[in-house]
């Protein structure tokens, strides 16, 4: 059984930084996708940021250049780094994984975690 935890969320100003974790266990199997997801009040869940197993990554537009995603496949965890957040990045953060390599959409990740609230004030 594949478990998935978040962890790292909370509360943030706006222009500051957080930094979210994902560690994995339950399975000795290579993990060819890690993502990122988001859903806040009202609106559906939406990809922020994905990596692959040779370490390329995948970005929301509304979140390159503010965000990055990396790995250490050591400790099998994802890192989210979240820099110079802004207001409209509140949400609950997900961790999600597939054992293939699928493009950063929700459709694709058949295991996730229980999700991380990251609020960010102006």
């Known amino acids: 059984q594949v478990q998935l935890v978040e962890s790292g969320g909370g509360s943030v100003q706006a222009g500051g930084s957080l930094r979210l974790s994902c560690a994995r266990s339950?399975?000795?199997?290579?993990?060819?996708?890690i993502g990122w997801f988001r859903q806040a009040p009202g609106k559906e869940r939406e990809g922020v940021a994905c990596?692959?197993?040779?370490?390329?990554?995948a970005y929301a537009d509304s979140v390159k250049g503010r965000f990055a995603i990396s790995q250490d496949k050591t400790k099998n965890t994802v890192y989210l780094q979240m820099n110079s957040p802004k207001p409209e990045d509140t949400a609950m953060y997900y961790c999600?994984?597939?054992?293939?390599?699928?493009?950063?959409?929700?459709?694709?990740?058949?295991?996730w975690g229980q999700g991380t609230q990251v609020t960010v004030s102006s």
């Open positions: 339950g399975s000795t199997g290579k993990w060819y996708t």
């Open positions: 990596i692959y197993m040779d370490d390329s990554t």
């Open positions: 999600a994984a597939t054992s293939s390599v699928v493009a950063c959409r929700e459709a694709g990740f058949p295991y």
